[in-house]
């Protein structure tokens, strides 16, 4: 007769929602309830999200993640914040949203569907940010932030693309003051190809702060070797942030 043998099958641990909180305590932080102390919070962060993204190489997404990442580091509850948020603008008034929605088939005008990288919201949003509540995401958000990474097979990020996209944040902040709301809309390049010429150039990286600085955009760039921060905001009992670099540009 063949033995058979007991195998001991041990349950994988598991951590108690509370003792998860526990083993990260500083996530554990108050909400953020009005724009200032989100682009704050931001701006603390920016110091992570500089050393996370120069630590590896990846898309967008991936750069994405890693902010996404650090701004709940930072103490951003995860209820306020969303990623690739699909909204929803009816009859937009702003002439880059309405020539936007011109370009589609005439059965699918009427509106234009932004869809911000990242968006810090008030508490009120409740952790929902699905499509269907399209309402509420326009009317309690305080950041939008778009990202943008270096990762170009063959080729490199060009300051085009980045003002198109600044364009749009300024566009999306408007639609939003229309309607009684309001957004502080932030830019995010994460320039850090380890090729020089796989990096955007000094005079197109200044092309895209000056688009950012005329829009009242944020503006954050990262570079393997330099950093800059704009916030396009004085906070209060703070020193204004003004194109604050670590590096001398030509």
Not at 24 to 41: F, G, I, K, S, Y
Not at 118 to 124: E, G
Not at 153 to 167: N, S, T, V, Y
Request: hydrophobic share 45%.
């Amino acid at each position: 007769m063949p033995q058979h043998h007991a195998v001991r099958v041990e349950e994988p641990v598991r951590l108690a929602p509370e003792r998860a909180v526990d083993a990260m305590p500083e996530m554990r932080a108050p909400p953020v309830r009005n724009m200032v102390d989100a682009v704050r919070l931001v701006a603390e962060a920016w110091p992570l999200i500089v050393e996370e993204c120069r630590s590896a190489l990846g898309g967008e997404l991936h750069y994405q993640a890693m902010a996404y990442h650090c701004l709940r580091r930072a103490g951003l509850p995860a209820t306020q914040l969303g990623m690739n948020v699909k909204q929803w603008i009816d009859a937009p008034v702003t002439p880059l949203f309405r020539a936007l929605n011109s370009r589609k088939e005439a059965g699918f005008r009427g509106g234009f569907e932004p869809i911000p990288d990242i968006v810090i919201f008030r508490p009120a949003i409740g952790g929902d940010w699905r499509r269907r509540n399209r309402q509420a995401t326009l009317r309690h958000m305080l950041v939008a932030i778009e990202v943008k990474a270096s990762e170009r097979a063959g080729g490199r990020l060009r300051a085009g693309e980045i003002i198109r996209d600044i364009r749009k944040l300024a566009a999306h902040r408007d639609e939003l003051r229309h309607r009684g709301g309001d957004v502080h809309p932030m830019m995010m390049v994460i320039d850090t190809a380890p090729l020089a010429d796989e990096r955007m150039p000094a005079a197109k990286l200044k092309l895209a702060r000056a688009a950012a600085q005329a829009q009242g955009v944020g503006f954050l760039h990262v570079s393997p070797t330099a950093t800059c921060m704009e916030l396009a905001m004085v906070l209060p009992e703070e020193k204004p942030v003004q194109f604050a670099f670590d590096f001398m540009m030509g």
